[in-house]
């Protein structure tokens, strides 16, 4: 090769950095962590407003924000939703209360309109027909590279955020939470319906993000770096154009210095969600002090993190996992209890017993999913279950009771209907 040659590649491998460093400035910018306290907490609810007497989608979110006049309150996707957010929380103590005051504030505004609120991840009776979208340049972005699928995520979910102190222990507690995907769906499973129809699932809404390659089931990385690294290709090649794009389950949130755990449904209410919280700030505390777990345990395949995930998403917190390569199984319930057990000692530290024992209830009772498809069985009415969850947010626990006496009613009463009648003549013979 001769100088000349040499140096012409040379300068055309410096132009070409220097132009890619320049393509690469926006998303770069995003990529830079912002430090936060280590182990804090902030959560997001996503609310559906309905109309009290027809059950439809009320396109009063904007208002409701207005009227509201407070930075936890926020647009989302369509006109019929609120989010609503935590500050800086030090504990679930704290997201209790300030999301507490939240929920409060939004069903007063709401009820002087005549509206209702719910949450869960898909209400029964709004069809995405009915709904209508905000005006915003990033969704209609989203509307033209979705195509129809956009259509579909109009579902409320439940965030997590956990502080980082750095990037790279991002990155560990990242790979630390993807053994929890089956989890968090299962115990915070609250859409078996999608557009009117009984899907059979106890959790339809993950299967919204699965239909994108951006979206739903992470990647582990080994190092912030290669994070870093994806999050440019996909940069340059179109896929995104913010981090925000990233639907993933997990994903670190430099921005805020956190790690965001977005796989839940929207909870039905707050008693239930302060349970997860509880439950995910609890396993945080103890991986700060076992960091060797991670090392220790082998990233299941790709194969078992889909099936987890998919029975998790199926069956709610009836399904079994697949515990190892073999194939054997174990009770997700059990798993759960097991874990409550391990992370003991941070549950009595950190004063989260009354959300353990909800906890507890949950998988001796059931989640949201099952008590909906429980007042479903037994009413065969929609509008009974939208109610139903209305009055789980306001009563701001789950009502087992309820959903139990309909079911133990319905049989009952078929019970009723099966045995024949005794009639005065049958009486006299």
Same mark, same amino acid.
């Given at each position: 090769?001769?100088?000349?040659?040499?140096?012409?590649?040379?300068?055309e491998?410096k132009?070409?950095?220097?132009?890619?460093?320049k393509?690469l400035?926006?998303?770069?910018?995003?990529?830079?962590?912002a430090?936060?306290e280590?182990?804090t907490?902030?959560?997001?609810f996503?609310?559906?407003?309905?109309?009290?007497?027809?059950?439809?989608?009320?396109?009063f979110?904007?208002?409701?924000i207005?009227e509201?006049?407070?930075? @936890?309150f926020?647009?989302?996707?369509?006109k019929h939703?609120?989010?609503?957010?935590?500050?800086v929380?030090r504990?679930?103590?704290?997201v209790e209360?300030?999301?507490?005051?939240?929920?409060?504030?939004v069903l007063e505004?709401?009820d002087k309109r005549?509206?209702?609120?719910?949450?869960?991840?898909?209400?029964?009776?709004i069809?995405?027909c009915?709904?209508?979208r905000n005006?915003?340049?990033?969704y209609a972005?989203?509307q033209?590279?979705?195509?129809?699928l956009?259509?579909r995520?109009?579902?409320?979910?439940?965030?997590?955020h956990i502080?980082?102190e750095s990037?790279?222990?991002c990155i560990r507690y990242?790979?630390?939470?993807?053994?929890?995907?089956?989890?968090f769906?299962a115990l915070?499973?609250?859409?078996p319906?999608e557009d009117?129809?009984?899907?059979g699932?106890?959790?339809v809404?993950?299967?919204?993000a699965?239909?994108?390659?951006i979206?739903g089931?992470?990647y582990?990385?080994?190092?912030? *770096?290669e994070y870093? @690294?994806?999050? *440019?290709?996909?940069?340059?090649?179109?896929?995104?154009?913010?981090?925000?794009?990233?639907?993933?389950?997990?994903?670190? @949130?430099?921005?805020?210095?956190?790690?965001?755990?977005?796989?839940?449904d929207?909870l @039905?209410n707050?008693?239930e969600?302060?349970?997860? +919280?509880?439950?995910?700030?609890?396993?945080?505390?103890?991986?700060?002090?076992n960091?060797?777990?991670?090392?220790?345990?082998?990233?299941?395949?790709?194969?078992?993190?889909?099936?987890?995930?998919?029975r998790?998403?199926?069956?709610?917190?009836?399904?079994?996992?697949v515990?190892?390569?073999l194939?054997?199984t174990?009770?997700?319930i059990?798993d759960?209890k097991?874990?409550?057990?391990?992370v003991?000692?941070q549950?009595?530290?950190?004063?989260?017993?009354?959300?353990r024992?909800?906890?507890?209830?949950?998988?001796?009772?059931?989640?949201?999913?099952?008590?909906? *498809?429980?007042?479903?069985?037994a009413?065969g009415?929609?509008?009974? +279950?939208?109610?139903f969850?209305?009055?789980?947010?306001?009563?701001?626990?789950?009502?087992?009771?309820?959903?139990?006496?309909?079911?133990?009613?319905?049989?009952?009463?078929?019970k009723?209907?099966?045995t024949?009648?005794?009639?005065?003549?049958?009486?006299?013979?």
């Amino acid at each position: 090769m001769s100088v000349v040659h040499w140096l012409k590649g040379v300068f055309e491998s410096k132009t070409e950095s220097a132009i890619q460093r320049k393509e690469l400035k926006e998303i770069n910018e995003q990529l830079a962590f912002a430090k936060s306290e280590p182990l804090t907490l902030g959560v997001e609810f996503e609310l559906a407003l309905m109309d009290k007497t027809t059950l439809k989608p009320a396109h009063f979110g904007a208002e409701i924000i207005a009227e509201a006049n407070q930075p @936890s309150f926020h647009k989302e996707l369509l006109k019929h939703m609120v989010e609503l957010t935590t500050g800086v929380c030090r504990n679930a103590h704290d997201v209790e209360e300030q999301m507490g005051r939240n929920i409060r504030t939004v069903l007063e505004l709401a009820d002087k309109r005549g509206l209702l609120v719910t949450g869960t991840g898909r209400p029964p009776t709004i069809k995405l027909c009915e709904t209508q979208r905000n005006d915003d340049p990033r969704y209609a972005y989203l509307q033209e590279g979705r195509k129809i699928l956009n259509q579909r995520f109009a579902a409320l979910g439940t965030h997590i955020h956990i502080g980082m102190e750095s990037s790279e222990k991002c990155i560990r507690y990242h790979n630390f939470y993807m053994h929890f995907l089956p989890h968090f769906i299962a115990l915070a499973a609250g859409s078996p319906f999608e557009d009117g129809i009984e899907t059979g699932l106890a959790s339809v809404r993950p299967t919204i993000a699965e239909s994108l390659p951006i979206a739903g089931m992470p990647y582990s990385f080994k190092t912030w *770096q290669e994070y870093v @690294s994806l999050c *440019q290709t996909m940069y340059r090649a179109g896929s995104i154009r913010n981090l925000k794009d990233l639907w993933w389950d997990i994903r670190p @949130s430099p921005r805020y210095g956190t790690l965001e755990i977005r796989v839940f449904d929207q909870l @039905s209410n707050l008693g239930e969600a302060l349970a997860i +919280v509880a439950f995910v700030h609890a396993l945080s505390m103890w991986f700060d002090h076992n960091q060797s777990w991670l090392d220790e345990m082998p990233r299941p395949s790709t194969w078992r993190l889909r099936e987890n995930k998919w029975r998790a998403m199926r069956y709610g917190l009836d399904g079994k996992l697949v515990v190892n390569s073999l194939g054997d199984t174990c009770p997700i319930i059990d798993d759960i209890k097991q874990w409550l057990d391990r992370v003991q000692t941070q549950y009595t530290k950190l004063g989260y017993q009354p959300y353990r024992e909800t906890l507890l209830n949950m998988l001796a009772h059931g989640n949201s999913a099952k008590r909906q *498809q429980m007042v479903w069985a037994a009413t065969g009415s929609l509008e009974e +279950v939208a109610r139903f969850n209305c009055r789980e947010l306001q009563n701001g626990k789950p009502l087992w009771q309820y959903a139990e006496d309909l079911k133990a009613e319905k049989i009952s009463d078929e019970k009723a209907k099966a045995t024949p009648q005794r009639t005065s003549q049958d009486a006299a013979a």
